[in-house]
């Protein structure tokens, strides 16, 4: 599983300087990812009241912000969809006693397209998304991911598309030195809960639940949905240590990536 921040709408796209160390790290991450079959993405920018999956067979794309160049609403990436995987993640959830429905009309939103079109960008994996769930509640994310868990032996690759910082309003103000630390203090403290060996299973999903005890938790995260992605990842990973493979600044904001 891999964790990632997907930057700001399609800014990585357009080569925008503040993405640089993102475009960089998503340009070559892709060999430490092995050969997968086929992708589950759990994207920050799609909830429901239920689970739910993407299952067309060519999902269009969908342009889900505003304010950009022309450029932004011509992306192309084709990656085809997987009816079959759709039905097995649908299988799975449903063993696990959690509500799924698919949908085969919806689309792949930025928050899969940006990030796939420069890591795999002659986009040949087919993909199905998975909703987040309206609830935000972390508790039922990291049991998605433990229902997901089965799809690892299955050379199926799963990636949480976030952010691990994500308060809009402090992207577009001047920094100061007390935001910094509130920025860094929860890093680190998410660093720590991710990859730190000598922590317990149970230890690692206690902190993840509560992550709004975290120092600074909701300055980076007024609102929950770009941080659940990686407690869907940890669910999957089924306890174990991440590996930090991206600690860097996006649009001048201290983030990270995760892969288990």
């Known amino acids: 599983m891999l964790f990632i921040p997907h930057g700001g709408g399609p800014l990585p796209l357009l080569g925008d300087e503040g993405h640089s160390n993102l475009i960089a790290f998503l340009k070559t ?46 992306i192309h990436y084709p990656a085809k969809g997987s009816p079959k995987l759709a039905a097995r993640i649908e299988e799975l959830l449903k063993r696990s006693g959690i509500e799924v429905h698919q949908d085969a009309q919806r689309g792949f939103d ?85 990859t730190n060996e000598h922590l317990s299973a149970n230890e690692r999903e206690t902190r993840l639940t509560h992550w709004k005890e975290a120092p600074y938790a909701l300055y980076c995260h007024p609102r929950a949905e770009h941080l659940l992605p990686l407690q869907v990842c940890f669910g999957a990973s089924n306890g174990a240590a991440a590996r930090l493979v991206f600690a860097g600044e996006v649009l001048g904001k201290k983030t990270c990536a995760f892969l288990w």
Do not use: M
């Open 110 to 194: 930025h928050g899969l397209f940006v990030p796939l079109k420069i890591l795999y960008p002659d986009a040949h994996l087919p993909c199905v998304q998975l909703s987040l769930l309206h609830s935000l509640d972390a508790g039922r994310h990291i049991q998605l991911g433990k229902a997901l868990a089965a799809l690892r032996q299955e050379n199926v690759l799963i990636i949480g598309s976030g952010f691990s910082f994500h308060n809009l309003s402090a992207f577009f103000t001047a920094d100061d030195n007390q935001s910094d630390a509130k920025n860094q203090a929860f890093q680190d403290w998410l660093i720590d809960t991710c």
């Open 29 to 74: 991450v892709a060999p430490s990812l092995g050969k997968p079959s086929a992708l589950c993405l759990i994207s920050a920018h799609w909830e429901e009241a239920v689970a739910t999956l993407t299952s067309g067979e060519s999902p269009a794309l969908i342009y889900d912000y505003y304010g950009f160049p022309d450029e932004a609403y011509r």
